[in-house]
């Protein structure tokens, strides 16, 4: 099966300006997750959709981050304006459900290396 | 809170010699613990979970839920094991997410 895809690999800005990442997951899976990982520390969670709802986004900068799953397949997450602590890697991962009997494991993308300068 | 501890940043053995990957964690509840590794420019993977009580690449981990430990080991590593490891765990309920652990980067040494 394809892979969680994800644009682009790399992206430098300047801090103030804004950015958008690109996910796409495996086809027919329904939960999708964008996780923050700063250099040196684990993944963190940033927002979990259940198809094209929010499950999750306690973690979400929401004064600058924003993302959506409009039609419950691709998503995108945006950062307007970046600040120097976004420099991190973006990770998409998707899953096929999120109830407690769902075991299934999380599948991730290559990730986006943001640059904030 | 849920929250998941390495205590090595980095660990390093010689190819043929046991390995242990410590992870402590802290939840109020019955939590599922994983373990995931990236290889050297690969995505972040499943390796094991400890519903399955499988092996793995010959890793295995024990829930040891009087310690709150998940620890990840192998008897005898092999070069190809070398990668970066994260533990992780997911609660229940409405804390139904996945943190994860800083990470260990395993070096195995020929």
């Known amino acids: 099966e394809a892979g969680v895809a994800q644009s682009p690999r790399y992206k430098i800005i300047e801090k103030r300006q804004s950015v958008a990442f690109w996910c796409n997951p495996i086809s027919g899976h329904a939960t999708l997750y964008w996780y923050q990982q700063i250099l040196g520390q684990g993944p963190k969670l940033l927002i979990q959709?259940?198809?094209?709802?929010?499950?999750?986004d306690s973690q979400l900068p929401k004064d600058r981050f924003s993302a959506e799953r409009l039609k419950g397949v691709d998503s995108t997450l945006k950062i307007q304006p970046a600040k120097l602590e976004d420099s991190a890697v973006y990770l998409c991962?998707?899953?096929?459900?999120?109830?407690?009997?769902?075991?299934?494991?999380?599948?991730f993308g290559n990730g986006t290396r943001l640059t904030v300068t | 809170a849920q929250r998941v501890t390495q205590p090595e940043k980095l660990l390093s053995v010689f190819k043929g010699a046991p390995v242990e990957l410590k992870c402590n964690y802290s939840?109020?509840?019955?939590?599922?613990l994983f373990w995931y590794v990236q290889y050297s420019r690969q995505r972040l993977q499943l390796l094991l979970r400890?519903?399955s009580r499988e092996s793995i690449k010959g890793f295995t981990a024990d829930l040891n839920k009087g310690e709150t430990s998940f620890h990840l080991k192998k008897p005898f590593a092999q070069e190809e094991d070398s990668a970066m490891y994260y533990c992780?765990?997911?609660?229940?309920?409405?804390?139904?997410?996945?943190?994860f652990g800083k990470g260990t980067l395993l070096t195995v040494n020929p």
């Open positions: 992780a765990l997911r609660g229940r309920g409405s804390n139904y997410k996945l943190t």
């Open positions: 400890h519903i």
């Open positions: 991962a998707s899953s096929t459900g999120w109830t407690v009997l769902d075991n299934s494991p999380l599948h």
């Open positions: 939840y109020s509840g019955s939590p599922e």
């Open positions: 959709f259940q198809n094209n709802g929010v499950v999750d």
